[in-house]
Each structure stands twice: as structure tokens, then as C-alpha cells.
């Protein structure tokens, strides 16, 4: 079956543009994971969906970070006034439910910011 | 402040033999681990995981091992394949935590 798909799998953007991420689940994956990680870096933890409600946002960096699931599937990372630091690669993870549940991660999507 | 630690950022071993990963971690409140398997331009995969009531974890040639007094695990791989050569991550959460938390990873080489 498919797997969780990320797009684009490369964006580049100028400093101080606004970026949108998407993540598509695996179909029926009720629990929806985004990553962070930074060269020579493991996965950190972003944000947690269950279902269409962000249950755990503690790990967005600041307020220019924002992610959405309207339905229960697909998400958007939304990155604001993007910053030469926000540059790495974002993993996007689905799950049958939290803890206990294997993750299954997508491929990511690098971005880069110049 | 780093709570999972792979102290060590690369191993090679030959093919045939065992390779042993480390992972250490400070939270107390961790209670199950996971590995990952990471190719390049790919996502991680997961690999094998162990929960706190346990102290093995066995899967083929992978085994996990938990010392929580030394809030330490490692992972091993028995017998190494040229397969196996990726990046490997550990990771950890605690009991009805949304959060994983990751280690910094360990590039494995298995030698032909």
C-alpha cells in the first residue's frame, strides 16, 4: 500500500518568504507526526495531530510555525517570515494511534533557505 | 538539552559479525524505546522497539537490550549484512507521551 508521501521534496526560498509543507498520511492513520531535523541531527519533534486537533504543539520553535490537519488526514506545515535557520530537512510520520504505535516517516522535505 | 545520546556517530564492522549500537538517555521517565533505520533521502524505518517492562527484545537478527538502572539500551545486529549499512537512530518517550525524542544517530558500515 502507499506510504506517507511528502511534497515538495525540495523547496528553496528567499528569507522572510512564507512556505507551505504537506504531508500525506497513511490512509486510516489517526495520529499524524511532524519532525525537524537539522544536519548531524535526529528527528525533533514538532508537532502531534490526533485526528484533526493539534494534541502536542510544544515542540514548534515560535509563533512563525504553524500546522494544520482540517480533516483528519492531510496536514500543512505553515513556515512564516522564513529565517536561514529554518533550513532542514521536515519529516512528517503516521500512526495507527500515540504511543506504542509504530511510526511510519515519509521521505521529508529539504528546505532551504537563502 | 539532549535526553537521548548516541555518543558514538559512526561504526564499521565486517560482514558476518556483530554490530553493537549504544544508546544512553537521562529521562527517568522513559518507559519505550525505539530503533529506527535510516537510508539516505529516505525517511526513517522503524526497526525494533522495547517497552520499560521488558529488558530484551528479539526480531530476527535484531536484538534490543534495556539496562534501565543504566538508562541505557543497544541494539544488536547478528550476523552484520552489507544491507545493514544506514544510519541508525534510537528514540524514546514516556508513558502517554505524544513527544519522541531522538538520539543523534550512528552511521553504520558493514564491510564486505
Known amino acids: 500500500g502507499a506510504g506517507v508521501s511528502q511534497t515538495p521534496s525540495n523547496k528553496v526560498t528567499e528569507k522572510g518568504k512564507y512556505v507551505e509543507l504537506r504531508c500525506d498520511p497513511i490512509s486510516g492513520h489517526t495520529a499524524l507526526y511532524w519532525y525537524r531535523q537539522s544536519l548531524g541531527q535526529g528527528p525533533e519533534f514538532l508537532i502531534y495531530f490526533q485526528g484533526t486537533g493539534a494534541a502536542d504543539d510544544s515542540g514548534l520553535p515560535n509563533d512563525r510555525f504553524f500546522a494544520v490537519r482540517p480533516e483528519g488526514s492531510v496536514s500543512t506545515l505553515k513556515i512564516q517570515r522564513t529565517e536561514r535557520g529554518d533550513s532542514a530537512v521536515y519529516l512528517c510520520a503516521s500512526s495507527l494511534g500515540g504511543q506504542g504505535y509504530e511510526q511510519y516517516f515519509g521521505p521529508g522535505t529539504r528546505l532551504t533557505v537563502t | 538539552d539532549q535526553q537521548v545520546k548516541q555518543n558514538s556517530p559512526s561504526l564499521s564492522v565486517q560482514e558476518g559479525r556483530i554490530s553493537i549500537l549504544n544508546c544512553d538517555y537521562t529521562?527517568?521517565?522513559?518507559?519505550?524505546f525505539l530503533w529506527y533505520k535510516k537510508y539516505p533521502a529516505e525517511g526513517p524505518t522503524f526497526l525494533i522497539s522495547i517497552s520499560s517492562i521488558k529488558d530484551k527484545n528479539e526480531d530476527g537478527r535484531f536484538t534490543v537490550f534495556l539496562n534501565k538502572s543504566a538508562k541505557h539500551l543497544s541494539l544488536h545486529i547478528v550476523p552484520s549484512q552489507p544491507g545493514d549499512s544506514a544510519v541508525y537512530f534510537c528514540a524514546a518517550s514516556s508513558l502517554g507521551g505524544n513527544q519522541f525524542y531522538f538520539g543523534t544517530g550512528t552511521s553504520l558500515t558493514v564491510i564486505p
Open positions: 529521562n527517568s521517565m522513559f518507559d519505550y
